[in-house]
């Protein structure tokens, strides 16, 4: 199983920017794919989740809004496209694996910083 995220990436503030996970190794569509993200100097935090089975996503609180979560099951990849940016969206986001039946993020990604900077 690996999840292989895009790379770094710079943008200025009010751009948008779309952070990729591609899924090989496993049937993409058997398990949800998560986002957490890192803020320099902090802890994680659960952004979310999506359902590669039909597109679902279950944001959190915190991260409705100016988020949004796709896949496209043809590639087996899974997307956070993060709009509107700000300073504060400086981060180092990662996509999990979930399993549907014990809930364990069990595969994760390496990360994709994501910098936000005029």
């Known amino acids: 199983v690996q999840l292989v995220q895009s790379g770094v990436e710079l943008r200025n503030p009010g751009a948008s920017v779309k952070v990729s996970c591609k899924a090989s190794?496993?049937?993409?569509?058997?398990?949800?794919i998560d986002w957490v993200r890192q803020v320099p100097g902090q802890g994680l935090e659960w952004m979310g989740r999506i359902d590669p089975e039909d597109g679902e996503p279950n944001y959190a609180q915190k991260f409705q809004g100016r988020r949004t979560f796709s896949v496209d099951t043809s590639t087996s990849t899974a997307y956070v496209e993060l709009s509107s940016l700000r300073s504060e969206d400086t981060a180092v986001y990662y996509c999990?694996?979930?399993?549907?039946?014990?809930?364990?993020?069990?595969?994760w990604g390496e990360g994709a910083l994501v910098t936000v900077s005029s």
């Open positions: 190794g496993y049937t993409f569509t058997s398990y949800y």
């Open positions: 999990a694996r979930r399993a549907r039946t014990t809930l364990a993020m069990d595969y």
